[in-house]
């Protein structure tokens, strides 16, 4: 009972809350660099501190290498036990504790407002939309359609904003994946609206990438009263087409899709 208090109180100045789960307990599955101490009782030579290899071996004093990795803290107390019991100690009495847990990642990088490496917990639970949101959520500019998850096995799927919010960020990662939140491909695209509207210049194109004629025209300010809203055109890439503002405004049922870099002209009333 001592020993595992004395273990509980050393282990409670190391851990984050979020670790205390694993820390206490003996069926915690020991992993590649974790930092493991074993001590003996009444046998002060053989007490150590090793880190977990990525074989998954640690190295104990006179019984050497000891397959480790993959089993509970109880599991290998009792064999690296039975293994000093065969040739050494008669009846050992020895304690295995986690001194320092091994850390996993997965990386958000992308239109979030704090990319980089996120530490996966010590429970191993990290979702699709916890991790988004530890983040710091996205930026303006990301694409809300386009949010990928790649596996660190190399598959890959794309989500929307709007799947993560639901059942999509329920997905649990697994170390070493990657989620890209794509910057949107209208970033700093515009249209240049020029001649007879209240604001001539450059219309930004929104990032869902939807924009009409209308709706640039008013972001403009609208018409002037010289405009002759019968005869506007549009340069697209030095294709000029002419349409009738006034008809497709009053229509509204067949919007004018522009596209970036187009340049709208509102031409002038001659009379």
Same mark, same amino acid.
């Given at each position: 009972?001592?020993?595992r208090?004395?273990?509980?109180c050393?282990?409670?100045?190391?851990?984050t809350?979020? *670790?205390?789960? *694993?820390?206490?307990?003996?069926?915690?599955?020991?992993?590649?660099n974790? $930092?493991?101490?074993? @001590?003996?009782y009444? /046998?002060?030579?053989l007490?150590?501190?090793?880190?977990?290899?990525?074989?998954?071996?640690a190295?104990?004093p006179?019984?050497?290498?000891?397959?480790v990795? =993959?089993? @509970?803290v109880?599991r290998?107390? /009792?064999?690296?036990?039975?293994?000093?019991?065969?040739?050494?100690?008669?009846n050992?009495?020895?304690?295995l504790?986690?001194?320092e847990? @091994?850390?996993d990642?997965?990386s958000?990088?992308?239109a979030?407002?704090? @990319? =980089?490496?996120?530490?996966?917990?010590a429970? =191993?639970?990290?979702?699709?939309?916890?991790?988004?949101?530890?983040?710091? =959520?996205?930026?303006?500019?990301?694409?809300?359609q386009?949010? &990928?998850?790649?596996r660190?096995g190399?598959?890959s799927a794309t989500?929307?904003?709007e799947q993560? &919010?639901?059942?999509?960020?329920?997905?649990?990662?697994?170390?070493g994946d990657?989620i890209? $939140?794509? /910057?949107?491909?209208?970033?700093?695209?515009?249209?240049?609206?020029?001649g &007879?509207?209240?604001?001539?210049?450059?219309?930004?194109?929104p990032?869902?990438?939807?924009l009409?004629?209308?709706t640039?025209? *008013?972001k403009?300010?609208?018409l002037t009263?010289?405009?002759n809203?019968?005869? $506007?055109?549009?340069?697209?890439?030095?294709?000029?087409?002419? $349409?009738d503002?006034?008809?497709?405004?009053?229509?509204g049922?067949?919007?004018?899709?522009?596209q970036?870099d187009?340049i709208?002209t509102?031409? /002038?009333?001659?009379?």
């Amino acid at each position: 009972m001592k020993s595992r208090l004395l273990r509980f109180c050393a282990l409670s100045l190391l851990l984050t809350p979020s *670790a205390w789960a *694993a820390a206490n307990d003996d069926n915690y599955v020991l992993r590649p660099n974790d $930092v493991i101490s074993l @001590s003996v009782y009444e /046998e002060q030579d053989l007490s150590v501190k090793v880190r977990i290899l990525k074989t998954g071996q640690a190295s104990f004093p006179l019984i050497g290498s000891v397959d480790v990795g =993959g089993l @509970s803290v109880s599991r290998a107390a /009792e064999k690296i036990r039975q293994l000093y019991e065969k040739d050494y100690l008669v009846n050992p009495k020895l304690t295995l504790a986690v001194d320092e847990y @091994s850390t996993d990642y997965v990386s958000v990088i992308g239109a979030v407002k704090s @990319s =980089g490496q996120l530490p996966i917990p010590a429970s =191993g639970n990290l979702d699709l939309g916890s991790a988004i949101a530890s983040a710091g =959520g996205v930026t303006d500019s990301a694409d809300l359609q386009r949010i &990928q998850l790649i596996r660190a096995g190399g598959a890959s799927a794309t989500y929307t904003l709007e799947q993560i &919010q639901g059942s999509a960020g329920r997905i649990v990662l697994q170390p070493g994946d990657r989620i890209i $939140v794509n /910057e949107s491909l209208y970033v700093r695209k515009y249209v240049s609206i020029l001649g &007879q509207v209240k604001t001539p210049g450059a219309v930004p194109f929104p990032l869902d990438g939807k924009l009409d004629l209308v709706t640039a025209i *008013a972001k403009a300010g609208g018409l002037t009263d010289l405009a002759n809203s019968k005869k $506007v055109s549009i340069n697209r890439k030095g294709t000029v087409t002419v $349409v009738d503002f006034k008809e497709i405004s009053q229509r509204g049922d067949m919007p004018y899709i522009l596209q970036p870099d187009d340049i709208i002209t509102v031409a /002038e009333r001659l009379f």
